[in-house]
């Protein structure tokens, strides 16, 4: 769990960089799509976790000027980001079995106890 150590992310960090693995995406848009997922993300909360990536390089963004429109960012994975996701939920899966692994050896045990207490 080395990397989780070493940078902390939150649920919604995490959330923005699986939506960003997918495809670039604008500030707006990444509000948007999480309000249809039914994820209660304040939208202050998505633009500081932008801003908190993008410090970090894990994210970039280019400006994007459309004709009689204000100049919009648009937000990408950088290839450490890209990284950093892969070993993330890498780390979260060998997490997420052994806590498995250790709650069915505890409801064996349980069991175990039960079948014990029967006879």
């Not at 633009?47 to 390089?57: D, E, G, K, P, V």
């Not at 994975?77 to 498995?100: D, Q, R, S, V």
């Amino acid at each position: 769990m080395v990397i989780m150590k070493q940078l902390p992310l939150h649920a919604a960090q995490l959330y923005i960089l699986q939506l960003l693995q997918e495809q670039p995406r604008y500030g707006y848009e990444i509000l948007k799509t999480s309000q249809e997922a039914n994820r209660s993300i304040a939208r202050s909360s998505i633009y500081h976790s932008l801003h908190y990536l993008q410090r970090r390089s894990i994210i970039a963004s280019r400006s994007i000027t459309a004709k009689q429109a204000p100049a919009r960012l648009l937000y990408y994975l950088t290839p450490e980001g890209k990284h950093l996701l892969a070993t993330y939920l890498a780390e979260h899966k060998l997490l997420l079995e052994k806590t498995i692994r250790d709650s069915a050896r505890a409801y064996a045990r349980i069991l175990r106890m039960l079948e014990s207490i029967k006879t």
